[in-house]
């Protein structure tokens, strides 16, 4: 009687396929850090805007950076170089929702079952937290600034969380942050260019990004 080596086989193209896919992030991500000089606002908003439709690379970039720990508030930054206030947030909150996604279901096929998160007692209470607090429990961690948002992305990845709470609790948390940068970069391209109309989205987005850091810290005294 034959033996069937075909799962065995499959179980070891999967860990292939699961460490060239984390060899590749992490070189992307040493690679972007080894280019920092160039990730700034202006030539992320000069590279999106050579794309045929810039929303779609601005999306791609955005993408991109959310799986190689680029910070988020660069590429809010440029959109509103690029866009302006009201498409900028409204490419910013795609292109964010987009990699926040990018980055949950990498980490899910990344451990599957690499990570044991029933046997650490370490953080199986935090994941158990997060999973019970559904969207909202999302929505707070992103509103906490410490925590980077491509970390935040692939450590929600080890959770239950289904996908649509996920993404729905990453749309409202990250919004409040969102408007705050983009406003800024509009602001500041205003003013570079010698244009009027900066002083409002300056005291906008400053006003958003106070609310930004005061409601994490109301939302956890409340809780204590």
Do not use: C
């Not at 030539?43 to 999306?59: C, D, K, M, N, S």
């Not at 206030?85 to 996604?101: N, P, R």
């Not at 096929?109 to 990570?115: A, K, R, V």
């Amino acid at each position: 009687m034959g033996v069937n080596l075909e799962p065995t086989r499959s179980i070891g193209r999967n860990r292939v396929a699961r460490f060239v896919t984390l060899s590749l992030l992490a070189f992307g991500t040493l690679a972007a850090y080894h280019w920092t000089e160039v990730l700034n606002p202006v030539a992320v908003a000069e590279a999106a805007a050579r794309f045929p439709v810039a929303p779609l690379g601005f999306i791609a970039i955005h993408i991109a950076a959310s799986l190689l720990f680029i910070p988020r508030s660069l590429l809010a930054i440029a959109a509103g170089l690029l866009f302006g206030v009201g498409w900028g947030i409204l490419w910013t909150e795609i292109g964010s929702v987009a990699g926040a996604i990018a980055g949950f279901l990498i980490a899910r096929y990344i451990n599957s079952g690499l990570i044991q998160a029933d046997r650490r007692t370490q953080i199986r209470p935090i994941l158990d937290r997060v999973e019970r607090g559904g969207w909202r429990a999302v929505a707070m961690v992103r509103l906490i600034p410490v925590v980077p948002h491509s970390l935040g992305n692939y450590a929600l990845g080890l959770t239950r969380l289904p996908l649509a709470s996920y993404a729905f609790g990453s749309l409202v948390g990250q919004l409040p942050m969102t408007i705050a940068y983009v406003e800024l970069g509009t602001a500041g391209g205003r003013l570079a260019l010698g244009h009027a109309g900066w002083v409002e989205p300056t005291l906008i987005g400053i006003v958003m990004l106070g609310l930004s850091l005061a409601i994490p810290a109301y939302l956890r005294g409340k809780v204590r």
